[in-house]
């Protein structure tokens, strides 16, 4: 199984239903995150393998100052999200798929995966694909899957791309009482795609 590795340039930092839903997503490959952070200012990196909640919530176990000390914000910043999400040409939007497989996840919850994405720096980098995804983000059972579709090594910007696609979905895919699904593909010299869908977590 190959690894995802988020290399940090400054620091690094419920509705499951009726439904069987199954982690990964069939017919993709999936990939583990593992993410090098530094665990204090100036200080030893670790390696952590996990969503971004798992990562920090490690971290804070190693270093309960770890948030202050890297000015890691919880604070909702829908407005950076928002610019970053209109800077991409998302070429098509998918909403209530694969239900029996996905299915939905709850909105607020993925309002806080955006939100953790949002205040966490560095690049994520994932593997050659096709369909090659990884889940960044996970909780109450609401993930955030981030795919590569490009035939070589990807990277993006930062992991405000990821949550500017999790929010195109809230945005696009309305929530009438069972949650939220979507997938929404990015094109502009690449290929990627971001997933917001129920699992188990």
């Known amino acids: 199984m190959h690894l995802i590795t988020f290399v940090y340039l400054l620091s690094t930092m419920l509705i499951a239903g009726v439904y069987?839903?199954?982690?990964?997503?069939?017919?993709?490959?999936?990939?583990?995150?593992?993410?090098?952070?530094?665990?204090?200012?100036?200080?030893?990196?670790?390696?952590?393998?996990?969503?971004?909640?798992?990562?920090?919530?490690?971290?804070?176990?190693?270093?309960?100052?770890?948030?202050?000390?890297?000015?890691?914000?919880e604070t909702p910043t829908r407005s950076t999200v928002l610019s970053r999400q209109l800077s991409f040409p998302w070429t098509g939007i998918l909403c209530d798929i694969r239900i029996g497989e996905w299915g939905y996840a709850d909105y607020y919850a993925i309002q806080d995966?955006?939100?953790?994405?949002?205040?966490?720096?560095?690049?994520?980098?994932?593997?050659?694909?096709?369909?090659?995804?990884?889940?960044?983000?996970?909780?109450?059972?609401?993930?955030?899957?981030?795919?590569n579709d490009e035939t070589q090594t990807f990277s993006l910007p930062g992991f405000t791309t990821i949550a500017a696609g999790a929010l195109v979905i809230l945005d696009n895919c309305p929530d009438l009482g069972p949650g939220v699904n979507g997938q929404v593909f990015a094109q502009f010299l690449q290929n990627w795609n971001t997933i917001v869908r129920g699992d188990n977590c």
Not at 37 to 56: D, F, L, R, W, Y
């Open 113 to 147: 995966g955006i939100t953790y994405l949002n205040g966490v720096p560095g690049i994520p980098t994932a593997g050659p694909g096709p369909g090659n995804c990884a889940r960044v983000s996970c909780s109450y059972d609401s993930a955030i899957y981030w795919c």
């Open 20 to 73: 069987a839903m199954t982690s990964g997503i069939e017919g993709y490959g999936l990939e583990d995150f593992t993410w090098e952070v530094e665990t204090s200012p100036g200080g030893p990196k670790a390696h952590i393998t996990g969503t971004v909640q798992e990562v920090v919530s490690q971290l804070l176990t190693i270093n309960p100052n770890w948030k202050s000390d890297f000015n890691f914000s």
